[in-house]
């Protein structure tokens, strides 16, 4: 069996070693990563581990983009040759810090002709917490109408959402798939360095996110009077939490991406979803595939962007350096990516 170059995660440390090349199973395709992307949890699995990661040494990385190399029995979509961007799965067949990933073929958007391979390799893992956080069917989801479907398009005009931490790859998406289903306001916390970038991308007014929290209620009033029925916080601090709770309308929803800390009362009957963000869980894998197709054509005619990158050089080699900016806040609304074949 062949070999090829993998980032191998152990006992808190990373090194670079040879890891077998598998070939794809029915359903499946190999992929060449031609690019992979950074995310917060990758320094959190290094430094406190993390549940869905199984066995050890590991191979982590939740995204990536290349080019088909391999295609499994079974597999009508893509041909060998096909540029696809993907979210992987905690396996280490499947995740990216390697040259190459085994995927389910229903789960790869193929990448437009728009968008460079690195610019795809930052997709997935912003984008797909919010798409099924508001698309979604329940009990993953809102089920909000998608506005890649018939009538979904503006449906929820006048109707204000708040996000919190904008300038994030979450937050990005999120102001867009909100501006496209019509939302507003639409309200962002930022640092005020970033307000174009958020306007530019459908945010109508940014609260600068160094404002004590304290104030985070009446900045809002002063924006909109109108009850907020839909909030996502992306910075999921314990604090941003609870104050994205507090000024919710009183059935309103509440979209979190780390477990919930909120301090509820007994008769409230706001609701809050901590989202899990992967289409490769059975339930929501159909929605996962739906979306994967209408997102490239999304973002071929533009309707989505996708958000600034930096390259990390060295390949492989650079991914710690890179996780140690993201642990210590040094990156700010651009998403940062490695090439595997640069190690």
Same mark, same amino acid.
């Given at each position: 069996m062949t070999t090829q170059i993998a980032l191998w995660l152990d006992n808190g440390k990373f090194t670079i070693g040879p890891k077998?090349?598998?070939?794809?199973?029915?359903g499946e395709v190999l992929i060449r990563n031609v690019a992979a992307g950074l995310n917060p949890i990758d320094w959190k699995i290094r430094d406190h581990g993390f549940f869905?990661?199984?066995?050890?040494?590991?191979?982590?990385? =939740?995204?990536?983009?290349?080019?088909?190399? =391999?295609?499994?029995?079974?597999? $009508? #979509? &893509?041909?060998?040759?096909?540029?696809?961007?993907?979210? !992987? /799965?905690m396996t280490n067949r499947c $995740? @990216?810090? +390697? +040259?190459?990933?085994?995927?389910?073929?229903d789960l790869a958007g193929k990448v437009p002709d728009v968008i460079t391979l690195e610019q795809a390799a930052s997709i997935s893992i912003g984008i797909a917490p919010a798409a099924l956080a508001f698309y979604g069917q329940r009990p993953q989801g809102f089920e909000y109408l998608p506005p890649w479907e018939d009538?979904? %398009?503006?449906?929820?005009?006048? +109707?204000?959402?708040?996000?919190?931490?904008?300038?994030?790859?979450?937050?990005?998406?999120?102001i867009q798939l909100a501006r496209l289903s019509g939302f507003s306001p639409i309200i962002a916390t930022a640092s005020?360095? #970033?307000?174009?970038?958020?306007?530019? &991308?459908?945010?109508?007014?940014?609260?600068?996110?160094? &404002?004590?929290?304290? @104030? /985070?209620?009446?900045?809002?009033?002063?924006i909109t009077s109108t009850p907020v029925e839909l909030a996502f916080d992306t910075v999921s601090y314990p604090e941003t939490q609870q104050a994205l709770y507090d000024v919710l309308a009183? =059935?309103?929803?509440?979209?979190?991406?780390?477990?919930?800390?909120v301090a509820t009362k007994a008769d409230d009957k706001k609701t809050i979803l901590f989202v899990n963000? @992967? /289409?490769?869980?059975?339930? #929501? %894998?159909?929605?996962? !595939?739906? /979306?994967? !197709?209408a997102l490239t054509r999304m973002i071929a005619?533009?309707?989505?962007? $996708?958000?600034?990158?930096?390259v990390i050089p060295n390949g492989l080699n650079g991914v710690a350096l890179g996780l140690e900016r993201l642990k210590n806040n040094a990156v700010s609304g651009k998403k940062l990516v490695v090439r595997p074949w640069e190690t």
């Open positions: 077998d090349i598998e070939h794809p199973g029915p869905m990661v199984k066995e050890y040494p590991a191979v982590i990385g =939740e995204e990536g983009a290349g080019v088909v190399e =391999e295609i499994g029995v079974g597999v $009508t #979509n &893509l041909i060998k040759g096909d540029k696809v961007f993907y979210q !992987s /799965f $995740t @990216t810090f +390697q +040259q190459f990933s085994i995927i389910p073929a009538g979904g %398009k503006d449906k929820y005009s006048r +109707q204000p959402i708040i996000i919190m931490g904008g300038a994030s790859s979450l937050g990005q998406y999120a005020p360095h #970033n307000t174009d970038l958020l306007t530019s &991308l459908g945010a109508t007014h940014i609260i600068d996110r160094k &404002l004590p929290i304290a @104030t /985070f209620q009446e900045e809002v009033r002063k009183p =059935e309103g929803k509440m979209v979190v991406s780390t477990p919930p800390v963000g @992967t /289409f490769f869980l059975p339930e #929501n %894998k159909k929605f996962g !595939s739906r /979306f994967m !197709s005619e533009g309707e989505i962007k $996708t958000p600034a990158i930096e």
